[in-house]
């Protein structure tokens, strides 16, 4: 007997990420600057409370987490019924795209982005285009141009790898462009919340706009990626079939607890956006005394480098060092000239500006 998956799964090949899992041997003593998690890390108080939860580990989660998109109401300004929770921010996306996508439907993807929107769409057998551009606010027009008609666009705001952030007034031309041509706008504002002194979020607009979706994930603004929590923001158009195919007990019963303690904690991210304004200028300012890297602009908690040393090889370099950066030739639009580094704290950012300045 012959077992074939269907032709999806067959052709199907996973996203490349960062993190000290995303290598082929993972060191647990590295510094890790490929993950744009909060420099910060998770609250404090998050932890005790967590710690004073464990003895309910043994019982099951709410299905709905009902808490915690309660919590998730009063702290976005939306209605609890038009939030939907996930196991993290990818399992959105992929619950997303097999909900409302199929092989009939065209894709409009800026790139170079993060890669999970492409490959949750391929699993879908979607018709996808690619539109390269290092700054979508400056290729606007020519972006609005290629909007699909009764299509879905993907737009990562900031933009990951790129750090790009496109102004509110600019999505809205597209989110509008897109509603005339009757596609859908998946709008990923999972860095939003460490942009400093900026408030460019589109959340308000869902009551606006029924062709809008919002992705949000607590892994990278609070610090809890190794507890994986991620939630979307839309109309009931969108969110009842989300709520309805997720799969049961998607978020764990600690997952839930956590996110509703680290929301508590919101003035950390004042605090945090601080930390990244400063040490982002310090990292810029420090390597453009080199030769060999140059800084892109960046809104957000990373930096993506152009370098002269290939990727691959900085890479290994470094790791003997215990330092761990982002080789960015996996993005579909670079190649291996570029790296993106994490904006952490000026201990460990000193550790790793001497490290490139050894190389």
């Not at 790898?161 to 998946?186: D, H």
């Amino acid at each position: 007997m012959r077992i074939r998956p269907n032709k999806p799964a067959q052709s199907h090949i996973p996203a490349s990420h960062g993190g000290k899992y995303g290598t082929k041997n993972p060191n647990p003593q590295v510094i890790d600057f490929s993950s744009n998690v909060n420099p910060l890390g998770c609250h404090p108080g998050v932890k005790r409370y967590l710690k004073k939860q464990l003895d309910l580990i043994s019982e099951y989660p709410d299905p709905n987490s009902s808490d915690l998109r309660a919590n998730l109401a009063w702290f976005t300004g939306v209605r609890k019924k038009q939030i939907v929770v996930g196991n993290g921010a990818t399992e959105i996306i992929y619950n997303f795209c097999k909900t409302f996508l199929n092989k009939k439907t065209p894709i409009l993807i800026p790139i170079p982005t993060f890669s999970e929107y492409e490959v949750s769409a391929k699993l879908c057998e979607c018709k996808i285009s690619f539109f390269k551009t290092m700054n979508l606010s400056k290729n606007l027009q020519k972006f609005i141009m290629k909007i699909p008609r009764n299509g879905c666009i993907f737009i990562c705001n900031p933009n990951n790898p790129t750090g790009v952030l496109i102004k509110k007034k600019e999505m809205l031309k597209i989110i509008s462009a897109a509603k005339k041509k009757s596609s859908l706008v998946f709008i990923d504002e999972t860095f939003i919340e460490l942009v400093p002194e900026s408030n460019e979020s589109l959340i308000k607009y869902i009551k606006n706009y029924e062709n809008l979706f919002i992705l949000r994930s607590l892994t990278k603004s609070f610090g809890l990626a190794g507890i994986r929590i991620g939630y979307g923001v839309s109309n009931s158009q969108i969110i009842d079939p989300l709520q309805k195919i997720k799969i049961p007990w998607n978020v764990s019963y600690m997952a839930q607890r956590a996110a509703s303690a680290a929301i508590c904690y919101h003035p950390f991210l004042e605090k945090t956006c601080k930390l990244i304004k400063k040490e982002k200028d310090f990292i810029s300012l420090n390597l453009a005394k080199s030769k060999k890297f140059t800084c892109c602009d960046t809104s957000t908690n990373f930096i993506l480098v152009k370098t002269k040393i290939k990727s691959r090889l900085l890479q290994k370099k470094l790791q003997r060092k215990k330092i761990l950066i982002r080789d960015c030739s996996t993005f579909r639009g670079l190649n291996q000239n570029y790296i993106r580094i994490a904006v952490k704290t000026r201990k460990e950012n000193i550790k790793l500006l001497k490290a490139l300045e050894a190389i």
